[in-house]
């Protein structure tokens, strides 16, 4: 397992020194930052006094050797929007993306979850059918329609919830959460669910179709035949032997909902990281664009390498040939 953990740690090394090349290239080639630091006043001397004071005249190698090591110390340089250090800027935004993507996957799973185990093992009953109907309402509607339509039912015809903002939020530290206010939590509600509805629809399907596998396996016909119960057999193994694609998607998804949350934010103007990369975006502000690259590569990274490690906790299999077996097609 030390081996296994080893080489997911060099390819995890590997992938965010790829993201690094990438976000290094918008600093270098994406137009020249001095023009967005100065105005239209200064001087050529003091043009070319920044340029090597910033390093932008040392090679690109040691340029890049310079960017990853002060990215690996979170240090992006200032917003060219506000002059703040884009590290602060991140921070101040990361706590309401999180608890964001965290809702909206609790909410993806503790759903979607049930729904799929009940659509497989009653597939031919109504409300499965009706399940599967619903279902691909959320497939099919792009996320910003949804998060319009619930703002135009539960925030402007019923005015039951908020239609954009954080609502109250409790400073612990540097975190801000929404959880320790009533105003917060239900701020949190719409959001989450237009975020999360994807994600339950493609757990309740594969969940659906894991059960209705396992269900015509040969051990599931025995364990019948030695008498166990319907719960034992429904939950004590089908479930748990669907549980290895499902934290597939389920760790790959929460990474997605982070990544991806861009458009909930926008629509909620959620004040988190994807609604600062939107506006990072219109005003060409290159360092934060670039830390949320590398944020959301590092995000990926730590979310991929815990899923691989959880592996060895649900399946034997993997545990018994050192983890050299990762499960095909997932």
């Known amino acids: 397992m030390l081996a296994f953990i080893l080489r997911r740690l060099l390819q995890s090394i590997a ?7 990438v976000a290094f290239s918008l600093f270098r080639y994406v137009g020249d930052p001095i023009n967005a630091m100065v105005g239209q006043d200064t001087t050529m001397e003091e043009r070319a006094e920044l340029r090597t004071k910033l390093g932008l005249n040392d090679p690109a190698p040691v340029q890049f050797f310079h960017f990853i090591a002060n990215a690996a110390q979170g240090k992006f340089g200032l917003s060219y929007r506000t002059s ?36 497989g093992l009653y597939p031919k009953h109504w409300s499965s059918r009706l399940f599967q109907a619903v279902s691909l309402i959320g497939i099919s509607l792009p996320t910003f329609l949804i998060g319009i339509l619930l703002i135009l039912v539960f925030a402007v015809w019923l005015r039951l919830l908020p239609s954009f903002g954080r609502g109250e939020t409790v400073q612990i530290g540097w975190w801000t959460t929404n959880f320790l206010t009533w105003s917060g939590l239900k701020a949190l509600i719409l959001p989450s669910i237009t975020l999360g509805l994807f994600q339950l629809t493609l ?17 599931i016909k025995f364990a019948r035949a030695r008498g166990l119960t319907n719960r034992a057999i429904n939950f004590g193994h089908a479930l ?3 549980l290895v694609p499902v934290i597939t998607v389920t760790g790959l998804q929460l990474g997605a909902l982070i990544a991806f949350a861009i458009v909930t ?9 994807g609604q600062l990369f939107i506006q990072s ?25 815990t899923v691989d490690l959880l592996y060895f906790v649900v399946d034997p299999r993997l545990r018994s040939q050192g983890g050299t077996a990762r499960v095909a097609g997932h």
């Not at 965290?102 to 185990?117: D, E, N, R």
């Not at 934010?265 to 990281?273: K, L």
């Open 84 to 119: 703040e250090p884009v590290g602060r800027l991140i921070l101040e935004r990361i706590p309401a993306t999180l608890e964001l993507s965290l809702c909206a996957a609790v909410f993806a799973l503790f759903v979607g979850v049930p729904m799929g185990v009940y659509t």
């Open 15 to 21: 992938v965010l020194l790829a993201v690094g090349v």
């Open 265 to 273: 934010e926008t629509v909620f103007a959620w004040p988190g990281v």
């Open 240 to 242: 748990k032997n669907t």
């Open 281 to 305: 975006v219109q005003f060409s502000d290159i360092p934060v664009m670039a830390a949320y690259l590398m944020l959301i590569g590092l995000l990926f990274v730590l979310i991929n390498l």
């Open 203 to 219: 757990l309740m399907r594969l969940v659906r179709s894991e059960m209705l596998e396992v269900m015509r396996t040969d051990y």
